[in-house]
């Protein structure tokens, strides 16, 4: 598996991962593969794209034209293809958001997650994620959502 930032021709094909993730979203993956501000990283396996995480920094939770720069990093969106899920790539889609927000000198990451699948709040909490708060938003299948953070830097 090869870790690479996204490419033109990589996007119909993250277009698709996140838009089964993100289905709540319509118009969403658009918006964050647009966005100046936000960094997508792909994972691929025998030249097909098999998970893509984005995140942006920025200085608050972050929105589309939000300033590029700032001390917390968001992951945006994370997705792998269900058929290579538990072969350890989104780990090392996260290990890279941390390396990532890291590097360029955040202090905190952040994501919105949902109540379920337990599996990312198991991934999240080996990265030393915490959950910080429960938005008061709901996902249109009635799940709560969850704010989640994890320090970082050293």
């Known amino acids: 598996m090869i870790l690479r930032p996204i490419e033109p021709q990589d996007r119909s094909q993250v277009e698709a991962l996140y838009g089964a993730e993100l289905p709540q979203c319509p118009g969403l993956v658009d918006i964050i593969l647009d966005e100046p501000s936000v960094f997508t990283l792909v994972a691929v396996v025998a030249e097909e794209v098999v998970g893509a995480l984005s995140v942006a920094l920025c200085s608050e939770r972050w929105r589309p034209g939000a300033k590029l720069g700032g001390d917390l990093a968001e992951v945006l969106a994370i997705a792998v293809r269900p058929s290579m899920r538990r072969m350890g790539i989104g780990l090392r889609l996260m290990e890279s958001a941390h390396?990532?927000?890291?590097?360029?000198?955040?202090?905190?990451?952040?994501?919105?997650?949902?109540?379920?699948?337990?599996a990312i709040h198991w991934l999240l909490a080996g990265l030393g994620w915490r959950p910080v708060e429960i938005e008061a938003e709901t996902y249109a299948d009635g799940q709560r959502a969850i704010r989640v953070a994890a320090e970082v830097g050293g």
């Open 99 to 118: 390396a990532f927000a890291d590097g360029s000198g955040a202090k905190r990451l952040e994501a919105q997650i949902r109540e379920q699948p337990e």
